[in-house]
């Protein structure tokens, strides 16, 4: 088995029949026929049905396919580093929780482009949840996620620490006893963010239930203009707020709270080749979390 009978399988599964494919890789159809063949002959296993309408994938093929793609990544990912070991380029895909990708990334990046600028950088959004199993498929060169991540195969490096508070509308008369956990209804993002789950653990250690005032938002800056409006409460990063605050648009309510302290760390997999590319954003990394500004003096808020 070689690489180029991988890129002929994979080009004829995309393709769906063995006329489409050769067309596409300038190779004549009976011999590009014979290897797949071959191919098969040699795992023990038929990776296509074969009639008239063209070519499918088997079940085995379909797991075949997984670990081809895998393997001609990988080839392609450590030829592009041999030849860029010593000058950033190429692409960075990454992937953040929204706040930080709001509040932290902006600085982060400007450094890195401007030290790097022949590197394409892509980042994705995403619920905390989503970026560990898409850094592990190796869908994402690394992923800006709450810590800490226990996982054999993922290294990490902190990024920064937050603090959760809970917070609702400077507008909002309230009497002094009024409990916004007990009382109010609450919003927060879907299933899979750390800022829910952080909440639950909160409530759920005094014994508060919170499913008949959920309001549920994907959008931070909806859920912002929410609490602004005085619609609900939110426990949110308070480096995302502080603005808000300033402006006197929300205020905070102080509470005795676990669950409020929050590292944001960079997670990549252990055996990510370590290009001139990555070296230098991890190297940006650590140099950027020394400069990020507290996300408020004590007892600003």
């Given at each position: 088995m070689d690489l180029q009978v991988l890129r002929f399988f994979i080009v004829s599964a995309d393709a769906g029949s063995f006329s489409s494919a050769s067309n596409l890789l300038h190779y004549a159809q009976s011999n590009l026929s014979t290897r797949i063949r071959a191919l098969e002959t040699e795992l023990g296993e038929p990776l296509f049905y074969r009639d008239k309408r063209g070519l499918t994938l088997t079940s085995k093929g379909k797991l075949f396919y997984d670990y081809a793609a895998k393997i001609l990544h990988l080839s392609e990912e450590a030829s592009i580093a041999l030849h860029n070991m010593d000058c950033p380029c190429?692409?960075?895909?990454?992937?953040?929780?929204?706040?930080?990708?709001?509040?932290?990334?902006?600085?982060?990046?400007?450094?890195?482009?401007?030290?790097?600028?022949?590197?394409?950088?892509?980042?994705?959004?995403?619920?905390?949840?989503?970026?560990?199993?898409?850094?592990?498929?190796?869908?994402?060169?690394?992923?800006?996620?709450?810590?800490?991540?226990?996982?054999?195969?993922?290294?990490?490096?902190?990024?920064?620490?937050?603090?959760?508070?809970?917070?609702?509308?400077?507008?909002?008369?309230?009497?002094?006893?009024?409990?916004?956990?007990?009382?109010?209804?609450?919003?927060?993002?879907?299933?899979?963010?750390?800022?829910?789950?952080?909440?639950?653990?909160?409530?759920?250690s005094r014994n508060l239930s919170w499913d008949d005032r959920l309001i549920e938002l994907n959008?931070?800056?909806?859920?912002?203009?929410?609490?602004?409006?005085?619609?609900?409460?939110?426990?949110l990063p308070e480096s995302i707020v502080q603005p808000y605050f300033n402006q006197g648009l929300i205020r905070h309510y102080p509470l005795e709270d676990p669950y409020s302290s929050l590292d944001v760390v960079f997670i990549h997999r252990k055996d990510h080749i370590l290009d001139a590319a990555f070296r230098q954003f991890l190297q940006m990394i650590q140099e950027t979390s020394g400069l990020l500004p507290e996300a408020a003096e004590e007892g600003a808020l």
């Open positions: 190429g692409t960075l895909t990454l992937g953040s929780l929204e706040a930080t990708a709001l509040k932290d990334l902006p600085f982060l990046m400007t450094r890195y482009h401007c030290q790097c600028p022949d590197v394409k950088l892509s980042l994705r959004t995403d619920m905390n949840d989503v970026f560990q199993p898409l850094v592990l498929d190796r869908a994402l060169d690394g992923a800006f996620v709450s810590g800490p991540v226990l996982h054999p195969d993922l290294s990490q490096v902190l990024f920064r620490k937050e603090r959760l508070i809970l917070v609702g509308s400077a507008e909002k008369e309230v009497s002094p006893e009024f409990d916004p956990l007990s009382q109010a209804p609450l919003i927060t993002f879907p299933v899979g963010s750390v800022f829910r789950r952080r909440l639950n653990f909160l409530l759920s959008s931070l800056g909806a859920m912002i203009a929410n609490i602004c409006a005085g619609i609900a409460y939110g426990y």
